[in-house]
């Protein structure tokens, strides 16, 4: 099976990943995340005192703001926003600072495809960095489905606009988890399980299960990544 | 993968601009014109009024005049924001908002020599002047009055006595909804 | 939020109603071990669903469509533009979703709501699919009046009236409604370069879409909105479950079976295959249902 990808990539391939921590000084946490062109920083700050309107008092809520790189926010970034804060609030242990609001800042440095998973990972490690209590880490990766039928993995953004169709997934990592009962629920471990998923154009149900395959078995290599990037916190906790 | 979002073009709506002139609504003798819905001059258009109309409101009502139809709904009482003073009283708060595609204004009006209740929009941009009246039957109180144009004193008491007449008749709808779809 | 100890007599003396404040989600799962939903429906059963065609007299098509009590008054007004350089052939769809105040508490006058943005841009997507240059629904080369001169823009707004959960749905339905309704004006060109509608006196003039009045619509999406919950899933949540139970998936099928979205915003339950493939397979039997749905409608129409 061939498929040519612009910059010589086989499907499977992500592009290079990098991930720095403590970016920011002012910040209670933060990290920037590239993956190939593609850049996103993420700042933490808080807890602080009290929720905001509309927000359940006996959990912590966590607030996202999102900044595109240049404009103003429209209705992408709000729904990036949503899905960004609902995303967060599953891997974050929310009984512990009740009445409290945790920000996430995020600012796109770069968009050269795959923005919302990069962005994921990018706040991800930047709640690590801050020290909120959390579940279990969540990875992010877009798959693509080509015109010919094949699934490509984490795309730039010239692929992604010749794609037919693509999903945003986020996995979720248990590997160094404060796990009850194990990893597996129902059979399945707990990896298998979808956070989220944001899908664009149309394609067949086996070419999404098929694409949720892949994904699958690429987040565990972005883990693998992001563990060793944050190892130092992580073994802290 | 935003797409064609981007800045939407400038565009215009097809509707002929011919715009009708007042003369050819009202005719050459003024005293002597037919409202383009074929009504009388002192008939209301056709009313329906339901209550109950949003689910997650604490009350509310739909209503209907002709091709006027108007939801409301009312929520609370809420605790008011701790940064308002304290007072005896509550407050009322109202908003009003029209869809993108809603015709707007509606109110009673005065066109020519004749008196005409409840006027459509197209007569409502061709009048000489308003009066809008509204009272709480109940206690035969008017709460408000609003006018525009000239009026004289025995034109005023004429819209009050037909008011008077309709606003019985709605008042009878609003506490007796079996009869929804009656006719004035 | 669990139950404190010795709840158990405190149950047994507290009424319905007390106890379904105090312990939604409590309250909730004493009727699902039984298979049922508080308003009497299965775990998997839609609520009631009905579509008006052409509810707004002032718009170029329009539909109000309930599903149980969430309500959307969706319109879609016509007006000419010139077509952008890249695209002289294509007409081009605005689709905006609103939530005014009085759809329910939690938005407040002259502060918009946060859902609103979100729906409206998921509507979009879905609508239009815009990826890759395959149309969607509409095709696009069916609104255009004169190539490089005219072209439709169809404005759809559509208004939630009462959200009472699923709003996306329902928005979507109603969407797909107002589209089926949609008369587009037979118009010609006046003196001026204008495109104008024709009236009656006009006969003279040639109309630039003579019987181009319909959109040919392909592939119809329908989409059903499911709440996770522990190992349960319920299809079609009223805002109380949604607000008491956080994990939604809402699946997106066209008519030709093609998932056109599968839409999962985080939410504490993970989602696993079975239960992605137990969410398709409720929305395939539901898309059949809404299709019939609309089919009534239309046909209802054409009888008038």
């Known amino acids: 099976m061939e498929i040519d990808r612009v910059d010589g990539r086989t499907p499977n391939q992500l592009r290079p990943l990098a991930c720095s921590r403590s970016v920011l000084n002012r910040a209670h946490g933060s990290a920037s995340w590239t993956q190939g062109d593609t850049k996103v920083l993420a700042a933490v700050y808080g807890p602080k005192a009290g929720t905001k309107k509309n927000e359940n008092p006996e959990k912590a809520c966590i607030e996202v703001i999102w900044k595109p790189k240049t404009g103003q926010s429209g209705k992408l970034e709000r729904e990036y926003e949503m899905i960004l804060k609902r995303t967060l609030q599953s891997i974050c242990i929310l009984t512990l600072n009740p009445n409290t ?11 050269d495809g795959a923005l919302l998973p990069c962005a994921i990972n990018a706040a991800c490690a930047a709640l690590v960095d801050a020290g909120t209590p959390l579940k279990h880490l969540a990875v992010a990766i877009c798959c693509c489905l080509a015109e010919s039928g094949y699934v490509i993995l984490d795309p730039s953004k010239l692929e992604e606009q010749k794609m037919k169709a693509f999903a945003y997934l986020v996995f979720p990592n248990s590997l160094t988890i404060l796990q009850e009962g ?55 906790d | 993968m935003a797409g ?78 701790k940064a308002m003073m304290y007072s005896d009283i509550g407050r009322l708060n109202c908003d009003v908002s029209y869809t993108t595609f809603a015709t707007p204004v509606r109110g009673q009006s005065c066109l020519g020599k004749n008196l005409v209740i409840d006027p459509i929009l197209e007569e409502e941009s061709y009048q000489d002047g308003s009066l809008m009246l509204t009272c709480m039957p109940s206690r035969y109180e008017v709460t408000q009055l609003t006018i525009t144009g000239e009026w004289s004193t025995p034109k005023v008491n ?21 009869t929804s779809d009656r006719y004035f | 939020m669990g139950l404190p100890d010795g709840s158990g007599d405190l149950l047994s003396e507290m009424d319905g109603d007390a106890f379904r404040r105090l312990f939604p989600l409590q309250f909730y799962e004493s009727h699902f071990v039984k298979s049922t939903r508080p308003d009497g429906r299965s775990l998997t059963e839609a609520r009631e669903t009905s579509s008006a065609l052409g509810a707004v007299a002032s718009a170029d098509g329009s539909a109000l469509v309930k599903i149980g009590s969430t309500t959307m008054l969706a319109a879609i007004k016509m007006e000419v533009m010139t077509p952008p350089t890249e695209s002289p052939d294509e007409g081009c769809i605005a689709i905006d979703f609103h939530m005014p105040p009085i759809c329910s508490p939690t ?33 696009l080369k069916e609104l255009s009046l004169i190539s490089g001169k005219a072209a439709w823009m169809a404005y759809l707004d559509i208004y939630c009236l009462d959200a009472d959960g699923a709003l996306f749905d329902a928005a979507l339905l109603s969407a797909v409604a107002a589209f089926s309704h949609l008369q587009i004006p037979v118009v010609s060109m006046n003196d001026e370069g204008k495109v104008v509608v024709m009236s009656e006196e006009q006969g003279g003039k040639e109309a630039v879409n003579n019987g181009k009045r319909k959109l040919t619509l392909s592939s119809i999406p329908f989409s059903l909105t499911c709440i996770l919950h522990k190992k349960y899933i319920l299809a079609d949540p009223t805002a109380e479950e949604e607000s008491i139970m956080e994990t939604l998936v809402t699946v997106v099928l066209d008519s030709s079976g093609q998932l056109v979205s599968l839409y999962k915003p985080g939410g504490p339950v993970l989602a696993y295959t079975s239960v992605i493939q137990d969410c398709v397979a409720l929305t395939r039997q539901r898309a059949r249902e809404l299709q019939a749905i609309l089919d009534e409608a239309i046909s209802g129409m054409e009888v008038d």
């Not at chain 1, 996430?104 to 968009?111: E, F, K, L, T």
């Not at chain 1, 999404?208 to 395959?213: A, G, N, P």
Request: hydrophobic content about 35%; some cysteine.
């Open chain 1, 101 to 111: 609001t945790t920000s996430v800042i995020v600012q796109v440095v770069n968009d």
């Open chain 1, 182 to 236: 194990g990893s597996q629920v129902g059979g399945e471990p707990m990896e298998h399980g979808i956070i989220t998923s944001v899908t664009q154009g149309a394609m067949s149900v086996d070419d999404y299960l098929r694409c949720l395959e892949r994904g699958r078995a690429a987040t565990a290599k972005m883990s693998a990544f992001l563990q060793k990037s944050l190892q130092p916190l992580l073994s802290d």
């Open chain 2, 4 to 81: 064609k979002g981007g800045a939407t073009p400038s565009t215009y709506a097809p509707s002929p601009t011919t715009q009708k002139t007042k003369s050819l609504i009202f005719g050459n003798d003024d005293v002597d014109w037919v409202r383009s819905d074929g009504r009388e001059f002192h008939q209301c258009r056709p009313a329906f009024f339901k209550t109950g109309a949003v689910n997650c409101a604490s009350g509310s009502a739909y209503a209907e005049f002709g091709n006027t139809k108007v939801i409301v709904s009312l929520f609370g009482p809420r605790e008011s924001k």
């Open chain 2, 158 to 178: 004429e819209v009050r006595q037909i008011a008077d007449l309709f606003f019985v008749v709605l008042y009878q709808m609003l506490f007796d909804q079996r």
């Open chain 3, 107 to 139: 938005v407040r006058p002259g502060r918009p709501a946060d859902a609103a943005p979100v729906v409206s841009k998921q509507l979009s997507d879905t609508i239009l699919r815009q990826v890759n240059c395959h149309s969607g629904m509409v095709n």
